[in-house]
């Protein structure tokens, strides 16, 4: 795990006054794929908003690519190569798709068609429908703007906060498969999912945080075989 290209290291902190994190450590590598899974309240959101710079630390340290990032702002870390897709209120409702994924450029002064034509590949419907407001998208639709848009800055880091969230089970192997094949591009992905069950299943690590703790730690396959993770968090 020291090695990992983003490693949020025995972070603690919270908002205010109380901790939510206690000491948990989160890591991904490039072309991996790693899921924070747990209950409802769990604090998993806020230890991928801590490692985005959104929660200040008490203690531990962020590092990428082996740089202390710990005091980075999150728009520092952008630059740095970190995007972040948040849950909800993640698209510009009133401005086409075209231009909320030209707003996802913001960051650069050079030529980003190519880029653009990337995320129309890898996000079909989007070509078709670059002219359309994207207030009016199914809400699966808005969530591929939003990881295209993500995706604009040419990032090695994308974070997905329950990407997956109000979406059909069709749209979700969907958009499963899509971050698949991110990764397999080389970028880093991590990523908070309530589907604990089919996260795990694409996942070469996993984190199972329980009351703002590691509680569990394997590959997605160790974790969906583990018969105490299957009885506490997957159903059985």
């Known amino acids: 795990m020291t090695g990992s290209y983003l490693i949020g290291d025995e972070m603690t902190g919270g908002y205010g006054g109380a901790d939510i994190l206690h000491g948990v ?16 309240g769990a604090g998993k959101s806020t230890a991928m ?8 630390l008490r203690a531990g340290q962020v590092r990428l690519g082996g740089r202390d990032i710990t005091a980075l702002t999150p728009q ?15 698209v510009f409702a009133s401005m086409t798709v075209e231009e909320n994924l030209e707003m996802g450029a913001f960051i650069r002064d050079d030529d980003f068609s ?10 079909p419907v989007l070509r078709e429908k670059r002219r359309q407001p994207a207030g009016e998208l199914s ?10 848009r993500a995706l604009m800055t040419r990032p090695s880091v994308l974070m997905l906060d329950e990407p997956t969230a109000g979406v059909s089970p069709i749209v ?13 591009a080389g970028i880093a992905v991590l990523m908070v999912e ?26 997605g396959a160790e974790l969906l075989a583990d018969p105490e993770v299957r009885r506490s968090f997957l159903g059985g």
């Open 25 to 40: 450590t989160i890591a991904v590598d490039k072309g991996e794929i790693a899921v924070i899974v747990g209950p409802n």
């Open 49 to 56: 908003k801590a490692m985005f710079g959104m929660l200040p």
């Open 76 to 90: 520092e870390r952008v630059r740095e190569g970190m995007a972040f897709v948040p849950q909800t209120n993640n």
């Open 114 to 123: 190519a880029t653009m034509e990337q995320v129309f590949e890898l996000f």
């Open 139 to 148: 809400g699966g639709q808005r969530q591929q703007v939003a990881v295209g």
């Open 172 to 184: 979700m192997d969907e958009l499963f498969d899509r971050i698949i094949e991110i990764a397999r």
């Open 194 to 219: 309530q589907n604990a069950r089919q996260a795990l299943n694409i996942a070469d690590r996993g984190y199972v945080l329980v009351q703002g703790r590691n509680r569990y730690t394997g590959t």
